[in-house]
């Protein structure tokens, strides 16, 4: 079984950029902090389905205590000016013991390079290892470029309207796209 905690892979984005997608660490609260300051307010609507102005006490907590059983979070990093930077986040948290939660989060100036599939892939194959067998998220209706992503995960894909968002499952018995 593949140890979430300790989980990295370096990839080569669309555009020849290499980063690097590995677990979230107990000390990247500061990272998340400095890379939730980039996005666009739009970015986090999308995100939380409302304003959110920073990370939160408990959000630090979430950070520290990750237990990659119940919940899974990976970043997406790259090497700028000699530091580690965040650009992208993505998770899942199990509500039940064969599903559970996925949510992501790209900064702007990188949408367009398949991280959020990347993250999906990834989390999907850390999952079905731990006996999750269905991705559930919710999406803003007008949020495009996610529900193109769901489409294009290679999993079989339900969605459904539902209090003005649109409720997306995944099966992922079946195989993912690369």
């Not at 890379?35 to 939380?48: G, I, P």
């Not at 408990?58 to 205590?65: G, K, L």
């Not at 367009?112 to 999952?127: C, E, K, P, S």
């Not at 998220?137 to 894909?157: D, I, Q, R, T």
């Amino acid at each position: 079984m593949t140890d979430a905690r300790h989980y990295a892979v370096r990839e080569t984005l669309r555009n020849g950029l290499e980063v690097l997608i590995r677990a979230l660490h107990p000390d990247d609260g500061e990272r998340i902090a400095e890379a939730f300051a980039k996005l666009d307010h739009e970015s986090v609507y999308t995100r939380f389905f409302g304003p959110k102005t920073g990370l939160t006490e408990q959000d630090y907590r979430t950070i520290r205590e990750l237990d990659f059983d119940t919940r899974v979070a990976l970043v997406v990093t790259l090497m700028e000016g000699g530091r580690e930077i965040i650009i992208a986040s993505g998770s899942y948290s199990r509500f039940a013991p064969d599903a559970a939660e996925v949510a992501f989060i790209v900064e702007e100036d990188y949408h367009g390079l398949g991280i959020a599939r990347r993250l999906l892939q990834h989390l999907g194959r850390i999952a079905g290892e731990r006996g999750i067998v269905r991705f559930e998220a919710e999406v803003l209706p007008y949020n495009n470029a996610m529900l193109k992503v769901f489409a294009a995960s290679g999993w079989p894909l339900s969605k459904r309207s539902e209090d003005g968002a649109i409720h997306i499952t995944l099966a992922l018995g079946g195989a993912a796209a690369s």
